[in-house]
């Protein structure tokens, strides 16, 4: 999709396409200004009494142009009153005029930038491109289709300059989305671990990180037994991914961000129930989060050292498979029971963080559809957020709250370790049914060498069982967002680095 800006306060009777006419609830139509004329103002306005608008945010209707207007369409979305209306409104806003427009056909949108009250025209801006694209976006490449947005072209109208900036980092954001979401629901037979590590080379080379590939004999030599361990029941050999940003100014910190990059995890021996197991594909969605803000961290600037760092395997059951009781050897050199073949992510992820560890990171950030639990203790809506370090996850919590993605804080209690104790090794891999996302994010723990570490827990928002108004069913691209916005204040962009 196209998007552009028109600094100028382009007049509303002469645009093409399908044109967004924001609506307050004091049934005022906002945005165009001047260029409304009292003449298109009484037909809006009779439309959105006879509609019942209120203008509240998530309302809206489409119009046919009337006499003197070149648009195809009008749209009427509810924007809430001006005093009271965020980023997260706009975004919201944009997002339901994006589902609506599409529904009628058009592919081309025009908004005037309305402002909000927590930031400045540059931020309504990227609400509304960001709202746009995420609406916007379907995964038709193997339905004929070659682009993987409904819409063709996005027109933001303003008098303000400086909006541009804005748009920039809408555009970032929604296409750092829009690759989270194709990567999680390409399929496994297309998508393998080796596959997904080719794609990872080409957009490091692409942007300019740094992009390091452990195929099978260099994690043997690494001794990441756990990762050689979940990829042995499958024809795809698993691969650690290693990608750097290293920023030109002086860095203000040592982050890694790890993500679990099953592509498709059946199970293994301790086999999943086939109803719903096509969805398992998607089981690589924490890995999927980490490449798309790896990429967009160029763009960015920010003043961190960042490693992207992607364990990814197939989880399958062949004669090679390994199986509950074996005993494996993890990278950090601690031993893990397996208990059951089917708690592999936290058995990739041992191994992740340790490499991590290794390579000095002061803050470690994992993200990964851990278990099914969390997504019973939160809803499908949100995901759980773990850590040792208090500043770190409130500052997550923060970013999250500002993107408008639903993430909660779940306790690590130190008394539920022990249900994690082996007869025969360091450690077992499940702890039965009972609080099992703290316990799988007790066990992640103990690879985290006491650094400050962040678990984000991802299994109920990564994937959505029906479409909504910010994307179809399917991978949503949840935590790509919260993950930039909380790089930009771990940086001290807004407040002081860490101490
Ligand atoms: N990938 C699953 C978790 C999952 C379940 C993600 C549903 C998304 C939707 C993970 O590998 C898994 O199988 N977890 C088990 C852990 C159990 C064996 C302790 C689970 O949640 O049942
Ligand atoms: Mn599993
Ligand atoms: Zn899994």
């Known amino acids: 999709m196209a998007i552009e800006v028109v600094a100028r306060q382009e007049s509303l009777a002469q645009l093409s396409g399908t044109v967004v006419v924001p609506v307050t609830p004091e049934l005022q139509v906002a945005g165009w200004g001047e260029a409304l004329d009292s003449a298109?103002?009484?037909?809006?306005?009779?439309?959105?009494?006879?509609?019942?608008?209120?203008g509240r945010v998530g309302q809206a209707g489409v119009l046919p142009p009337c006499d003197g207007m070149a648009a195809e369409r009008v749209i009427l979305v509810g924007v809430g009153a001006a005093t009271q209306r965020t980023a997260t409104d706009l975004r919201r806003a944009a997002a339901f005029a994006t589902k609506l427009a599409i529904e009628a056909g058009g592919r081309n949108l025009a908004w005037p930038v309305v402002p909000v009250t927590d930031g400045s025209a540059a931020v309504a801006a990227q609400a509304i491109v960001e709202g746009t694209i995420l609406a916007s976006y379907r995964f038709h490449r193997y339905r004929g289709s070659e682009t993987s947005s409904s819409l063709d072209r996005l027109l933001l109208v303003t008098a303000d300059p400086l909006v541009a900036s804005g748009l920039q980092r809408g555009r970032l954001w929604g296409e750092a989305v829009t690759l989270a979401r194709d990567l999680t629901n390409e399929?496994?037979?297309?998508?393998?671990?080796?596959?997904?590590?080719?794609?990872?080379?080409?957009v490091a080379s692409a942007v300019g990180l740094e992009c390091t590939v452990y195929d099978h004999a260099a994690l043997e030599e690494l001794g990441a037994g756990a990762m050689l361990a979940v990829g042995a029941g499958s024809r795809h050999e698993p691969r650690l991914i290693h990608l750097t940003y290293r920023p030109s100014s002086p860095t203000r910190g040592r982050v890694a961000l790890v993500g679990k990059a099953v592509t498709f995890d059946s199970g293994g021996l301790s086999l999943k129930p086939a109803e719903g197991m096509e969805r398992m594909k998607g089981d690589m969605a924490?890995?999927?989060?980490?490449?798309?803000?790896?990429?967009?961290?160029?763009?960015?600037?920010?003043?961190?050292?960042?490693?992207?760092?992607?364990a990814a395997a197939e989880n399958m059951p062949d004669g090679g498979a390994f199986r509950p009781g074996d005993i494996l050897r993890t990278l950090?050199?601690?031993?893990?029971?397996?208990?059951?073949?089917?708690?592999?992510?936290?058995?990739?992820?041992?191994?992740?963080?340790?490499?991590?560890?290794?390579?000095?990171?002061?803050?470690?950030?994992?993200?990964?559809?851990?278990?099914?639990?969390?997504?019973?203790a939160l809803g499908r809506g949100g995901s759980g957020v773990f850590g040792n370090d208090d500043r770190a996850r409130d500052l997550l919590l923060r970013a999250a709250a500002e993107v408008g993605e639903r993430m909660w804080p779940l306790p690590l209690w130190d008394e539920y370790r022990d249900a994690l104790r082996s007869e025969h090794a360091d450690l077992?891999?499940?702890?039965?049914?009972?609080?099992?996302?703290i316990n799988a994010a007790l066990f992640l723990r103990e690879f985290t060498?006491?650094?400050?570490?962040?678990?984000?827990?991802?299994?109920?928002?990564?994937?959505?069982?029906?479409?909504g108004v910010f994307g179809p069913a399917g991978a949503t691209g949840h935590g790509v967002r919260t993950l930039l916005r909380f790089l930009e204040l771990w940086a001290g962009r807004d407040e002081g680095p860490p101490a």
Do not use: Y
Request: hydrophobic letters at 55%.
């Open 40 to 54: 298109l103002g009484a037909w809006f306005l009779r439309a959105i009494r006879a509609l019942g608008l209120a």
């Open 187 to 202: 399929p496994a037979n297309v998508l393998s671990p080796e596959r997904l590590a080719g794609f990872a080379w080409e």
């Open 286 to 310: 924490g890995g999927a989060v980490v490449l798309a803000v790896m990429r967009a961290l160029p763009a960015l600037s920010l003043p961190l050292e960042v490693h992207g760092i992607v």
């Open 332 to 376: 950090s050199g601690k031993t893990v029971e397996v208990i059951s073949t089917d708690a592999e992510g936290r058995l990739l992820l041992a191994d992740a963080l340790s490499f991590a560890v290794r390579h000095g990171a002061e803050l470690l950030v994992d993200i990964a559809t851990l278990t099914g639990a969390c997504a019973v």
């Open 428 to 437: 077992k891999n499940t702890a039965g049914r009972w609080g099992a996302a």
């Open 449 to 467: 060498a006491g650094r400050p570490w962040l678990h984000l827990d991802i299994a109920g928002p990564a994937w959505a069982e029906q479409g």
